[in-house]
Structure formats: C-alpha cells, structure tokens
C-alpha cells in the first residue's frame, strides 16, 4: 500500500479478534500490522495489544526507512508472519521485532484464535494529533493488495528431513531437552525423525524447535533442538540447491565433514551447494 502524509493522517493495517463481541476489547486481542501517523512519514509502528498491555501500554515496535526515504513516495509491503506462539512484523520482506508470550510480563497471550483484518485511514485522533495548517487535502490509502495465507496449524507438512548419504535428521537419542543434538541418522521413522515444516518458518520435532545454538552466525556453529521461541536462530528456507537456509546468519544447514555417518552433527556453514547441504523435506 501507498500511504498518505502530513499532520493528522493516521493510516492503519489491522486485526481484531472475532470474539470481540463477547469478550470485549483487549481481551479479544489486537494486532496492528502497519500504523502511520504523518508527522513521523519515514516510520510505521508494529503493535500488540491484550489484557494488561493495550492502549499506550500496547507490546510494538517502530521500523524507519533507510536514507531518510518517506513512506509516502512509493508502495510498501507491510506483513506478519503468525503463527500460534509467535508474531513477526516485517517490511518489504525486512523482518523488525518479533513477539512471543515471553514479552507480556506474565500477562495472557490472546492470538491463539481467529482475527478479521481492517484497513482504515483515521483523520485526527489522540496519537496523531489534529491535522493543522500544514496539512493538505484530499488525501488518499491506495491498497494494491492483501493477501493471506494459512497452514491452518504452525506447520501443513510432517515427515523426515532427508539429506547427505540418504540419512535423515534425527534428534539425538530422541531426547526433547534443550541443546540436544541434531545429527544425521539412518532413517528408522521414530518421532525423533518426524519433523513438521511450520508456516512460520521452524522446523519443529519431538515439541521443539531446530535451533542455532546461541543465535550464532560463525560457521561452524552448531545446529541443536531448543524451546520454540520465535528467534531468527530457529528460522529456516529453501534455498537454491535444495539448501536449507537460515536468514538469521545467511548460512546453509550442513552436514560437519561432510560425512555422512550415523552420529554426524549438524552445522551452519556458507552456502556452497554441495551434496552435504542439499535436504528434501517433508512432502
């Protein structure tokens, strides 16, 4: 969408939750995708608001375009990624703040259940202040699209994870504790092999996440099974190759050697496209 600008205009892209009607606001939630108010035409503001933390006291954060650039002068893509333990609001494509029921302070995570969208252009209003002498009419919200898509769940697709040698990755003794090791293992189709491909971008087994051990970035760091807590450090796509890339690092799930022995533990390296990087996911 193209927003408008000057004092006054308060564009938004937004969400409620479909029980507002019988449990009221915020109890029904509320998630703001895109705010804008027009004295501040370079930002727009990502925000969650619940029981405990709305209003001024929403969860949120402000995302500035580079070079001084106005989000006036051209379309912008505005997203969040959803999924049931974890919202992430993004940019033309560039993620800025990811929420979790960990930021609330022990208050309660209400974006578990359906939302309606709503797209409106306020005029005047307690945030943005009324419009005043500088500002200039008409002025319009040019919407190009929204699009939505849904998995339904965290993830449409559970299977084994395939990769060097024809082995499959599998959690290390099938345990579920934090910091267990990923590794490449004969396929033996145990749930310590079953791994669903989550819409917002996890690979989860055993009721965990495939992790990068401490958010690293280094090559050679080690890839392990963690509590999901919605880090670019448990974000993976399909990359060229058939590679497994997290965006975190900009690095390629690999296979340490490459060997492709029972036990051979996981990694995050360059992206080089070689057989020990290439994976075939759940169909």
Avoid at 61 to 71: D, I, K, N, V
Wanted: aromatic share 10%; glycine share 16%; with cysteine.
């Amino acid at each position: 969408m193209k927003i408008p600008r000057g004092q006054g205009m308060w564009p938004a892209f937004w969400m409620l939750g479909n029980d507002i009607g019988s449990v009221g606001w915020p109890n029904s939630g509320e998630i703001d995708i895109m705010e804008n108010i027009g004295s501040e035409p370079g930002t727009v503001h990502g925000t969650i608001h619940g029981p405990g933390y709305s209003g001024s006291g929403g969860i949120g954060a402000g995302y500035t375009l580079p070079g001084g650039a106005h989000f006036y002068d051209d379309f912008h893509t505005f997203a969040v990624d959803w999924s049931p333990n974890s919202i992430q609001w993004s940019v033309d494509g560039n993620v800025y703040e990811t929420r979790t029921p960990a930021d609330l302070g022990g208050n309660r995570w209400v974006y578990d259940h359906p939302f309606y969208i709503i797209v409106n252009l306020a005029v005047g209003g307690y945030w943005p202040g009324d419009p005043d002498g500088s500002t200039t009419f008409p002025q319009q919200l040019v919407v190009d699209y929204v699009h939505v898509t849904t998995s339904g769940s965290s993830g449409g697709r559970t299977g084994r994870i395939t990769g060097y040698g024809g082995k499959c990755v599998d959690v290390a003794g099938a345990n579920s504790a934090n910091g267990t090791a990923v590794q490449l293992y004969d396929c033996n189709g145990t749930a310590a092999q079953q791994w669903t491909v989550g819409s917002d971008g996890t690979l989860r087994a055993l009721g965990k996440c495939m992790d990068v051990t401490a958010a690293g970035t280094a090559n050679g760091t080690q890839v392990q099974l963690y509590d999901c807590n919605g880090t670019g450090a448990q974000k993976w796509q399909q990359g060229a190759n058939g590679s497994l890339v997290n965006p975190n690092s900009g690095r390629c799930l690999d296979a340490t050697g490459p060997s492709s022995a029972n036990g051979t533990r996981l990694q995050i390296w360059d992206c080089a496209g070689s057989d020990n990087q290439r994976w075939t996911l759940p169909s």
